[in-house]
């Protein structure tokens, strides 16, 4: 007869909060603050977690939906951060320093 542990480990952690546990792994030692509290066992080289407290912590992260508020929110805030990004490299296109690009080149001869 299996008991379900309240401890989880980083591989069930990853299926939690999914992603891959080559990330949590780095996380775990480069940013353990970006990751919620960890149980450590003396003499045990194993992360645990403690389910529950998973489960606050990713609640904790949660943001109500207000209808209201959403459409209340400039235009701007509604487009996705990628989708900004994109925006911003394509500017930074047109204003690049250096070298013109072969297409470029080719557009000033067509010009000339």
Do not use: C
């Not at 030692?29 to 389910?51: A, D, T």
């Amino acid at each position: 007869m299996e008991m379900e542990s309240d401890l989880i480990t980083l591989e069930e952690l990853a299926v939690l909060l999914h992603r891959n546990v080559n990330t949590l792994r780095v996380a775990v030692s480069n940013r353990p603050e970006s990751l919620p509290p960890r149980v450590r066992f003396p003499g045990v080289q194993r992360n645990y977690w403690r389910r529950s407290t998973v489960e606050k912590w990713i609640a904790s992260y949660e943001e109500p939906f207000d209808p209201v508020a959403r459409k209340e929110q400039p235009a701007s805030d509604l487009v996705p951060q990628h989708a900004q990004a994109a925006r911003k490299t394509e500017v930074s296109r047109k204003s690049r320093v250096g070298r013109p690009t072969k297409a470029e080149q080719m557009r000033r001869r067509e010009i000339a």
